[in-house]
């Protein structure tokens, strides 16, 4: 049986790709904003939520209610920059937040 969180366990993978590569990319960098710390986050939450996604578990809209969250601030936070990761880390923020905000939708029936 496949899952119906395919969509949202990719573009978990793809965002803590992008966030790595992001974090490496501005290490040393001078930030005004909160890049590359939204990064280390967004890839613990990221992760986190993959987790829970993968095992089916009960608790996978919470973990994706969060991960969403992290996802928007990062993305916002990324944005402000003009490099090239920064943008990619950005897009795969908000595609991420995108698809745990479908995964909370699946559940907002149930109490």
Partial sequence: MESPYLDCIEACRKCIAD???????????E?????????ILCIESCSAALQ????????????????????QWCAEQCAQHDHKHCEDCANS???????CQKVVMMFSDEI
């Avoid at 966030?19 to 960098?29: D, H, K, T, V």
């Avoid at 930030?31 to 990064?39: M, R």
């Avoid at 829970?52 to 996802?71: G, H, M, N, P, R």
């Fill in 31 to 39: 930030s005004k904003n909160d890049c590359p710390l939204c990064c």
């Fill in 93 to 99: 923020c908000v595609k991420c937040m995108e698809e």
């Fill in 52 to 71: 829970f996604l993968t095992a089916d578990s009960q608790y996978a809209k919470e973990y994706c209610s969060i991960c969403a969250k992290v996802c």
């Fill in 19 to 29: 966030c790595q590569y992001c974090l490496i990319q501005m290490s040393g960098r």
